[in-house]
């Protein structure tokens, strides 16, 4: 006779739990006291980065300052120029 093809149905006989056994803890080791790692200058300079806050408050201050008194200088062409830049996302400064 041929088995079917497919999954096999299954008994309670061909469901067995394997025994367990127990196993032995490991053996308790002190902690080996190891020097500070060295951090590389890109981790250095994030971690000095992180500690600051993410905005320049006074530079902020100043500028709402200046556009309140007019003297903030506003150029058509460099706001262009930013503007085309974050639409096809490069430099301004690029050679396109």
């Known amino acids: 006779m ?6 096999k149905g299954s008994t309670p006989s061909d469901l067995r739990i394997a025994p367990v056994t127990p ?5 308790k ?11 590389s200058p890109t981790t250095q300079l994030a971690s000095q980065l992180a500690s600051q806050p993410p905005v320049d408050t006074d530079r902020v201050a100043r500028i709402k300052q200046a556009i309140a008194n007019g003297t903030f200088p506003i150029l058509p062409a460099t706001i262009a120029d930013q503007m085309l830049a974050l639409r096809y996302n ?3 400064d690029d050679a396109a």
């Open 2 to 7: 041929v088995d079917p093809i497919g999954p």
């Open 90 to 92: 490069w430099m301004s």
């Open 23 to 27: 196993v032995a803890a490991a053996p």
């Open 29 to 39: 080791v002190a902690p080996v006291a190891t020097a500070e790692p060295q951090l």
